[in-house]
């Protein structure tokens, strides 16, 4: 009887889990077919329960001004939930993107911040995630990660 209740909580944990990495809409990578870290930052999002497209390009410029990220631009964009994730932002930020459906384009961690995922060890509290809002205004302070 042990054992059998043992896989019964084995087999809900499994439920659990799986339905809760459905519920994260996909999220589609655009980012150079070069780029190490990058990868790294797919795989991170996979690690994170996320299910990733990625989709190599050869002219990420065209893909940054097409989403509205020119001015935030780091080296790759994702699409997730109608949405832009501009760079390495950290799960965390992007699952309150999702929570709290703001009126904006996204969010960003421009340029390439070393304590940011798949650019070396996350450093808790000093990644600053900006918003981008609608209709060319400023970038705020959306999260700090």
């Known amino acids: 009887m042990k054992s059998f209740n043992q896989l019964l909580l084995a087999l809900t944990l ?3 889990w799986m339905g809760a990495a459905q519920a994260l809409p996909i999220i589609t990578v655009h980012k150079s077919p070069t780029c190490g870290c990058c990868e790294k930052y797919v795989d991170y999002l996979r690690e994170n329960g996320f299910v990733v497209e990625a989709k190599n390009e050869t002219d990420m410029s065209a893909i940054k001004k097409r989403y509205g990220m020119a001015d935030v631009a780091s080296c790759h964009t994702a699409l ?5 994730v501009e760079g390495h932002v ?14 904006i384009v996204g969010i960003s961690a421009p340029g390439m911040p070393m304590n940011s995922p798949g650019m070396g060890e996350m450093k808790k509290g000093t990644l600053t995630i900006y918003a981008v809002p609608k209709d060319g205004k400023q970038p705020y302070v959306f999260s700090v990660e």
């Open 14 to 16: 499994t439920l659990t």
């Open 80 to 84: 997730i939930g109608g949405y832009v």
């Open 90 to 103: 950290p799960v965390a930020a992007i699952r309150k993107l999702l929570k709290e459906q703001p009126n």
